[in-house]
T-cell receptor, first 115, second 118 residues
């Protein structure tokens, strides 16, 4: 069965610090990969996605993620965080075997940026 | 476009009461989903519907039923609510397009329903 692991449950950073959130998945076939963000009191919004091609994906608000197939990883990065990045971040995976429409989410990483 | 809409936004039930959460999307998507979100648990899939007329169980289906009324609407029913069903419920939809032979599955989420069962 597919699963997604996010290594950090809570991360606290100061503004301008660099960010890297880890995500690993457990499926050996072809996958689609996503990072979603949930700002306080809001619903999930897509940050970025990887389907194919360049493994370094750029998303909104200066976020990027790198797909490393050999490590089954899709880590999220941002060079310099802002207070407004305070949110919960979810990694998600869709395995393409049998054209399954399910997307499996990680448990989330709560990011708190100190002003 | 309104995207994905959910009603109600908030609901308080007593144990044993029933209710239906409504979800509608206006993006002509084939697939629709119901998730629950609990602290530290991420999003857990309750049920999903890959197309009109079909539904499948997700990770945590017990205590819930769903109806895919038409392509736009996907409702979630709690027949006999329990305190363990206190949660935030999100509906989502997605489209299975094709690009270079791969299916596209970006999901669009509704605003959520905060349910408390006493």
């Amino acid at each position: 069965a597919q699963s997604v692991s996010q290594h950090n449950h809570h991360v606290i950073l100061s503004e301008a610090a660099s960010l890297e959130l880890g995500c690993n998945y457990s499926y050996g076939g072809t996958v689609n990969l996503f990072w979603y963000v949930q700002y306080p009191g809001q619903h999930l919004q897509l940050l970025l996605k990887y389907f194919s091609g360049d493994p370094l994906v750029k998303g909104i608000k200066g976020f990027e993620a790198e797909f490393i197939k050999s490590k089954f990883s899709f880590n999220l990065r941002k060079p310099s965080v802002q207070w407004s990045d305070t949110a919960e971040y979810f990694c998600a995976v869709n395995a393409l075997k049998n054209r399954d429409d399910k997307i499996i989410f990680g448990k989330g990483t709560r990011l708190h940026i100190l002003p | 476009n309104a995207g994905v809409t959910q009603t109600p936004k908030f609901q308080v039930l007593k144990t044993g009461q029933s209710m239906t959460l409504q979800c509608a999307q206006d993006m002509n998507h084939n697939s629709m989903y119901w998730y629950r979100q609990d602290p530290g648990m991420g999003l857990r899939l309750i049920y999903y519907s890959a197309s009109e007329g079909t539904t499948d169980k997700g990770e945590v289906p017990n205590g819930y039923n769903v109806s895919r009324l038409n392509k736009r609407e996907f409702s979630l029913r709690l027949e006999s609510a329990a305190p363990s069903q206190t949660s935030v419920y999100f509906c989502a939809s997605s489209e299975r397009g094709r690009s270079s032979g791969r299916a596209l599955n970006e999901q669009f989420f509704g605003p959520g329903t905060r349910l408390t069962v006493l």
